[in-house]
Nanobody, 121 residues
Framework: QVQLVESGGGLLQAGGSLRLSCAAS????????MGWYRQAPGKQRELVAA???????NYADSLKGRFTISRDNAKNTVYLQTNSLKPEDTAVYYC???????????????WGQGTQVTVSS
């Protein structure tokens, strides 16, 4: 019913920037919060940033100032601008969205397939 498709990952050197995108498609009635998580090898998945439908944002404390989340409600798309990347930012970045689909009465969380970001020193 719903698909989240991420793009924009890649391999780059420390200090570089990437812009990740995630587009939601399908039988969508409404999207509440959209966010980005990441999971490094051997570590738990962690929240990077989230954004409400009204634009209210929330960031992991350690990433404030380097990462910026935004969304385009008309396109059902969320973005993550990542700047001054460090090797420790290397991880698979996952998109998450809480969505109400047609024929449902409850919002449900959906995940994208993930996009790899690798930062070399």
């Amino acid at each position: 019913q719903v698909q989240l498709v991420e793009s924009g990952g890649g391999l780059l050197q420390a200090g570089g920037s990437l812009r990740l995108s995630c587009a939601a498609s399908g039988s969508i009635l409404s999207i509440n919060v959209m966010g980005w998580y990441r999971q490094a090898p051997g570590k738990q998945r962690e929240l990077v940033a989230a954004i409400q439908s009204d634009g209210t944002t929330n960031y992991a404390d350690s990433l404030k100032g380097r990462f910026t989340i935004s969304r385009d409600n008309a396109k059902n798309t969320v973005y993550l601008q990542t700047n001054s990347l460090k090797p420790e930012d290397t991880a698979v970045y996952y998109c998450n969205a809480v969505i109400l689909v047609h024929s449902s009465i409850r919002y449900k969380a959906y995940w994208g397939q993930g996009t790899q970001v690798t930062v070399s020193s």
